[in-house]
């Protein structure tokens, strides 16, 4: 199994300096291109929702142009696997088969399944903090032992 790689927040927390690794390689930058600001209409048959539409297209780096297709198919995700909860909800998460032994909902499964391509998606629009970091999106600001040893001293 090949060794995975850091995240670039931590080699900027532990590297030699701005924009440097530990090892003194240069880090990648990553710059947005620019995105008309806010978010296109919300297609009728994502009413339910609107919360997430925005949430995904309030992010600078989603853009309203390009990626409209991929953030329906993520809303009509959520919006199945709403669905889904509420019959698990209804039926349970135990059945019987007709011979009266238990068995478990395979509802259950189908909801699995589904967050694991929801997670692809939100991992894809950057929407978690590992996926942001990936992205360059998130800065984590190098701190020495000396700048930790004089906020000590200040806060003493």
Known sequence: MPARSKPVEHKRRVGRGPGVDAAGK???TVTALPTPTGSPPLPGHLGGCAEHWER???????????DVMGVQR????YQ????MQKSLAE???MLERGTGAPMANPMVGQINRLDTEIRHLEVEFGLTPAA?????????????????????????
């Open 26 to 28: 240069r880090l990648s």
């Open 56 to 66: 995904i297209f309030s992010a600078n780096w989603v853009s309203p142009i390009y």
């Open 74 to 77: 993520l809303c009509e995700m």
């Open 80 to 83: 199945q696997r709403a669905a």
């Open 91 to 93: 039926t349970g998460w």
């Open 132 to 156: 942001r970091a990936r992205l360059g999106l998130t800065e984590v600001q190098r701190q020495s032992r000396l700048d930790e040893m004089m906020r000590r001293q200040r806060e003493a």
